[in-house]
């Protein structure tokens, strides 16, 4: 048995910790605030600030782990490296986690060092200078803080007149000590993929089937499973990123974005060195092991003989209309009356404007009309209220 510190509690953490306590491990989750969902379900929890480095550094004293899994941006990650120095493992490596967490990082290492096809972008830590970026790249364009996670403070930019707007959102949506943004062109794709793909110990890199989905403001919306795909195009995805997670190195599971464009190919997006809030579509059984098992598997060294796609599945998000500490739910009734589908309430204790409370999963054989699934999934998740 080992001792796994995760670093985040929300809801990819909670299914992680499922998968982990299904294979006999012991878990500690960790996050900023109380009754976390992945707390829920963990053996032990502590609460304190990811970005307090000396607070981290006194929990891993504290609990003596095995392993450290970080689910979220905004950690004090360059104390990752003592850790390792210390015998722990850092998943899938605290050069992964370093690189990942900074948009900079991860675009300088796909662009410049490995030379991966990625849109137009440039820097800026400044109005003036994201000015400048703008006039550069051309309308319209993308803006995104360094350091963030599930959309915010992204935005896109179709004229000058949104520039201001812009900035005061990305920065706003910033977390940690970065108060960076990058300007990247905006690229006319046919579609975009989450392609999850996922390195192990012993054993050669795998790929789950192409995950298509759809992000507002680049927060994750809906997913779908297996995304058809041109071959030339799955290839190019499977090859940038089995060299992009090469380069990073360690084990576990990774979702790489990428924009697909038919006419211009495949564009590298970005990387989370993580299970991906898009792949919970794997909840419906759309494979034989979920990106959750998987990413346990990796992590613990244990063989992963294959991965093959069982089902077509979508997923599509709850969210919540209203501000409340004392959330609640109405409509499950009727999701849970839908045949081949199922639901999932994250269990955060606390319920904002447009926060992801929960998720519907719904599935049917390989070769259904993914359209289908997706119109079936959209509307029962829209039947969910919270309350």
């Not at 959309?151 to 977390?175: E, I, M, T, Y």
């Not at 419906?284 to 796609?309: D, K």
Request: hydrophobic share 40%; charged share 25%; net charge negative.
């Amino acid at each position: 048995m080992k001792k796994i510190m995760l670093l985040g509690s929300g809801e990819l953490g909670k299914e992680f910790v499922i998968a982990c306590k299904r294979k006999g491990q012991y878990v500690v989750a960790c996050d900023a605030y109380e009754h976390a969902p992945a707390m829920q379900v963990a053996d032990e929890c502590e609460v304190f600030p990811m970005l307090d480095g000396d607070a981290l550094m006194a929990a891993v004293k504290k609990h003596q782990p095995d392993i450290i899994v970080p689910e979220i941006e905004a950690i004090r990650t360059e104390k990752l490296y003592e850790c390792e120095k210390m015998g722990i493992q850092v998943v899938p490596s605290a050069r992964a986690v370093n690189f990942t967490m900074n948009r900079k990082a991860i675009r300088e290492l796909a662009h410049t060092e490995l030379g991966l096809k990625t849109a137009n972008y440039k820097y800026a830590k400044t109005y003036e200078e994201f000015e400048a970026a703008a006039n550069e790249i051309g309308y319209p364009f993308i803006v995104k803080p360094l350091m963030s996670s599930s959309g915010h403070g992204q935005s896109k930019v179709d004229s000058p007149a949104d520039l201001q707007r812009a900035w005061d959102f990305a920065a706003k949506g910033a977390r940690g000590d970065i108060k960076e943004v990058i300007v990247e062109q905006f690229i006319k794709f046919d579609y975009e993929i989450t392609l999850l793909t996922v390195t192990q110990k012993n054993g050669p890199t795998l790929f789950c089937a192409p995950t298509g989905h759809v992000q507002i403001s680049g927060d994750y919306r809906e997913s779908f499973q297996p995304m058809p795909m041109k071959p030339e195009h799955l290839k190019a995805a499977q090859e940038m990123a089995e060299k992009v997670t090469g380069a990073l190195t360690g084990a576990g599971i990774w979702g790489v974005e990428f924009f697909i464009s038919n006419q211009d190919g495949v564009y590298f997006s970005e990387l989370s060195p993580r299970p991906h809030d898009t792949g919970m579509v794997t909840l419906a059984g759309t494979q034989n092991l979920s990106e959750f098992e998987l990413h346990c598997r990796a992590v613990l060294g244990l063989p992963i003989p294959e991965i093959t796609q069982e089902k077509s599945g979508a997923s599509a998000v709850i969210l919540s209309g209203i501000e409340t500490d004392h959330p609640d739910y109405k409509g499950i009734e009727e999701v849970c009356a839908a045949p081949r589908t199922y639901l999932r309430i994250f269990g955060k204790p606390v319920a904002h404007v447009n926060r992801r409370m929960g998720v519907v999963v719904c599935y049917d054989k390989v070769g259904t009309p993914l359209d289908e699934l997706r119109d079936k999934c959209k509307s029962l998740a829209a039947k969910v209220e919270v309350v």
